[in-house]
């Protein structure tokens, strides 16, 4: 596994246009595998994660704590406009996954795992529901709403600002993706900056926008 912290420019060659038919989140790989921290720069992790993309290659991205998942979602941001011109595009998936301790006194960790897919440019389908996630917002609640958009087969936005909220907005789509298992419904999100005029200036916040797929 790598840690990406340091300036990594993007390689590879352009890859051919791909469907934008994505593959279930449980696929088997080749998978690549890597952990993004707090303190990652986005530009450095969306140029090692573009190189993979390129090559087909699915990645796996485990993040631990607020911090961390805001620059990876950020990066995938960042990715998806690198590739653009290359007329690429991701998909990713969010779950839970349990990171075993070095120390046999501590216990099991718990972590997100965003598996990020090479697609085509996606389209989203039917009327959008729009919700504001906040670093107090309820997971459960946001999950349930979500869950509500994808059996009546729309696409859904998330609108968060500042690190707590992506934080709990990537909470509620990996326990919004268990609510729906049983409805043979699986979502796929697609991340990207959006500016919001406030009363105190314009901020850059996160949108992401999630679509229904069948598994």
């Known amino acids: 596994q790598r840690r990406v912290h340091g300036n990594e ?8 246009r791909r469907s934008p038919v ?3 989140g449980d696929q088997k790989g080749p998978f690549t595998n890597m952990k993004v921290a707090g303190s990652s720069a986005p530009q450095a992790v969306a140029g090692a994660l573009c190189a993979r993309l390129r090559q087909s290659e699915v990645v796996q991205i485990i993040v631990v704590g607020a911090a961390s998942v805001n620059q990876a979602v950020k990066a995938i941001a ?9 007329e690429l595009d991701v998909a990713v998936f969010a779950a839970f996954t349990h990171l075993p301790s070095t120390n046999p006194d501590e216990e099991e960790r718990s972590g997100i795992q965003l598996t990020v897919f090479p697609t085509g440019h996606h389209r989203p389908i039917g009327t ?12 459960k609640s946001t999950a349930g ?3 509500n958009c994808l059996r009546e087969n729309r696409t859904c936005r998330l609108e968060l600002l500042g690190r707590e909220a992506v ?3 990537v909470k509620s789509m990996a326990i919004g993706r268990t609510n729906i298992e049983a409805d043979n419904l ?5 991340p990207e900056f959006k500016t919001l005029q406030l009363s105190d ?5 996160l949108e992401l926008t999630i679509i229904p797929i069948k598994p």
Not at 128 to 139: L, M
């Open 9 to 16: 420019p993007s390689r590879g060659s352009t890859a051919p």
């Open 22 to 24: 994505v593959a279930h």
């Open 78 to 86: 960042v990715a998806r406009s690198y590739l653009v011109e290359e």
């Open 128 to 139: 959008a529901s729009e919700y504001k996630v906040a670093g107090s917002t309820n997971p």
């Open 145 to 147: 709403a979500i869950a």
């Open 167 to 169: 934080n709990q907005g």
């Open 186 to 190: 699986d979502f796929v999100f697609f």
């Open 201 to 205: 200036g314009r901020r850059s916040a």
